[in-house]
């Protein structure tokens, strides 16, 4: 004598060929989409050079200034005059024309004309990003 097993409604109801004609598609889309990135990589292109291109040479970072309460400049942990932090930041923005920012840090109690002498050099070398911090 045999055994009849009643599976129910929901096996019967559950059909895969949809599923699985959808993941086929997928696998097929994936396969023609990788191979086209393939064969983008491997052309031959002779690339143009652009004359007024130029480089980016050191890591961009800030330029911090710090300027303490009887106006002296600090950059990197140097004294440094007005002079000589005009051409620390030529040289930083000669090395990263696009990208340099600074930073200006002085204390609360700094007359605001020694600031504004680095706001000064900042937009003489027309620096795009800057910040402004009081201790």
Do not use: W
């Not at 064969?39 to 050079?49: C, T």
């Not at 696009?98 to 937009?123: E, M, P, W």
């Amino acid at each position: 004598m045999t055994v009849q097993l009643n599976k129910g409604q929901a096996f019967a109801a559950l059909n895969l060929t949809p599923l699985i004609d959808v993941v086929f598609l997928l696998l097929i889309f994936f396969l023609v989409a990788s191979r086209f990135a393939e064969e983008d990589r491997q052309l031959e292109v002779a690339l143009p050079q652009a004359s007024e291109a130029r480089p980016l040479l050191d890591q961009p970072r800030d330029f911090v200034v710090n300027i303490d309460e009887q106006g002296r400049y600090f950059v990197n942990e140097t004294v440094m005059t007005l002079e000589e932090v005009d051409q620390a930041l030529r040289q930083a923005i000669a090395n990263n024309p696009l990208t340099q920012s600074v930073n200006i840090r002085a204390d609360k109690r700094v007359h605001f004309q020694y600031v504004l002498q680095i706001l000064n050099l900042c937009k003489r070398y027309d620096v795009k990003s800057y910040t402004f911090d009081t201790e």
